[in-house]
């Protein structure tokens, strides 16, 4: 959620960053400016109505031992009473609209970032080289089933298109991955949550995806619980909330999390024939990185997550490149958003595994998220981060595309063989 005082002092430029992030929001934000005018007569009214209550109210014995009239004053005390009754029950009204439409407003983008969406989006820097083979190369599909480390059909078997079940191998390979993540976070500093699956809305709301996306998660029916919940997305969705409505002291920052979960996705529409297999599915592994940070760190913490990204991706065998999202390909609730992409050779083209993203103070305001400063004393809200440290639904078809030998086996990468007693190579 963005400050109301960063929207009254200068509303133009806030129209301007979310036009760069291709969102027209003018009417919301003329309409939040209205709504915080008539809030704050509204309370000044009712304030000066009530002081007036009290005054009057406390002249009342006096009259009453003098032997004075009070019918009028008591006539006056019932009028007060429903104006203040009925100021109350407007502010309210606009109270409500009020959060409401600053919860749908977007994060700003930085200004350092180019305007328009992901044809805007530069890429900074690449590692390695392309992979080259010399023979006709198999899909990860075909090479998967080949293996036997994927089953598909009984994936779609038990819960539909869109998932599917490791196997053998493959679930040791897929298990060996997130050791490999989980062993250099660690061995970094991190601290590991394990997170319920299943969230209510307050997550939701804190993270920035509702109540604007509520729809893109998978809901849950419980017949004996009226609050909403839903299947995490993302941990990140969980981590952004482990403190939220708390206070933090200064030397608790930073706090540094890693966690793994599934992830469960609505993915809408159909696939574009090279996507067939893991690459677009309704559940998948990962392992995310959350920071908490004072504002001055944040930018550190950033490039701090980026690296720990990029180091992952490179200690497997990759070729890839670290991608500047322009304003309008960051998400909702992020200021700012690099992307690590990596070739997978069937997809013709590079495809995000990781995304590392700041989002300033947006989702500490969200989830009034605060630290105490030293020096002053006095609560500020912390900065919240996070990056993917990864995803493996993609970086596992890339792993046995771009590993492939031309008798259909799979080299593994070094640093994930320690976890499969020692195996290099997976053959048919």
Not at 124 to 143: A, M, Q, S, T
Not at 283 to 296: G, L, R, S
Request: one cysteine or more.
């Amino acid at each position: 959620m963005l400050d109301i005082k960063r929207i009254k002092e200068n509303p133009g430029q806030v129209k301007e960053g979310f036009r760069a992030k291709e969102k027209d929001c003018d009417a919301e934000v003329d309409r939040i400016l209205e709504l915080d005018t008539v809030r704050r007569d509204l309370i000044h009214e009712t304030e000066a109505l009530k002081a007036e209550q009290n005054k009057v109210s406390k002249s009342i014995p006096q009259m009453k031992k003098a032997g004075e009239d009070t019918t009028e004053i008591f006539a006056k005390m019932t009028e007060l009473k429903a104006t203040i009754a009925k100021n109350d029950e407007v502010l309210r009204e606009v109270e409500t609209e009020f959060r409401s439409l600053m919860l749908s407003l977007p994060n700003l983008p930085d200004e350092d970032l180019k305007p328009g969406g992901k044809e805007n989006n530069e890429a900074i820097r690449y590692h390695g080289e392309p992979h080259v083979f010399d023979f006709e190369p198999k899909h990860h599909v075909d090479l998967c089933t080949d293996l036997g480390l994927i089953d598909y059909p009984r994936g779609t078997k038990l819960a539909g298109s869109g998932f599917w079940v490791y196997r053998g191998l493959g679930a040791r390979l897929e298990w060996a991955l997130l050791n490999y993540f989980i062993d250099t976070h660690l061995a970094d500093g991190y601290e590991l949550i394990l997170l319920p699956h299943m969230l209510e809305y307050q997550c939701g709301e804190t993270a920035g995806q509702f109540p604007k996306f509520e729809d893109e998660v998978y809901r849950i029916a419980n017949p004996t619980d009226d609050r909403m919940h839903f299947m995490l997305p993302t941990a990140e969705t969980a981590l952004v909330s482990l403190h939220r409505d708390e206070i933090l002291t200064e030397a608790d920052l930073p706090r540094k999390y890693i966690s793994y979960t599934p992830c469960f996705r609505r993915e809408a529409g159909s696939y574009r024939s090279d996507e067939r297999g893991m690459v677009r599915g309704h559940q998948f592994n990962k392992v995310e990185m959350v920071q908490y940070t004072k504002p001055e760190d944040s930018e550190a913490a950033f490039e701090e997550l980026v690296t720990k990204a990029e180091r992952l991706v490179r200690d497997l065998g990759f070729h890839f490149r670290t991608v500047k999202l322009a304003a309008g390909d960051c998400s909702a609730s992020m200021a700012r958003t690099y992307d690590i992409e990596i070739q997978i050779p069937s997809m013709n083209g590079y495809k995000e595994v990781s995304s590392v993203s700041n989002a300033r103070d947006y989702q500490a305001r969200r989830g009034n998220i605060r630290f105490r400063r030293e020096e002053t004393g006095k609560p500020e809200l912390v900065h919240t981060l996070n990056g993917s440290g990864l995803a493996t639904s993609r970086i596992f078809p890339a792993m046995v595309e771009q590993n492939q030998l031309k008798d259909g086996s799979v080299v593994i990468p070094e640093v994930l063989r320690k976890y499969l007693g020692g195996l290099e190579v997976i053959k048919p």
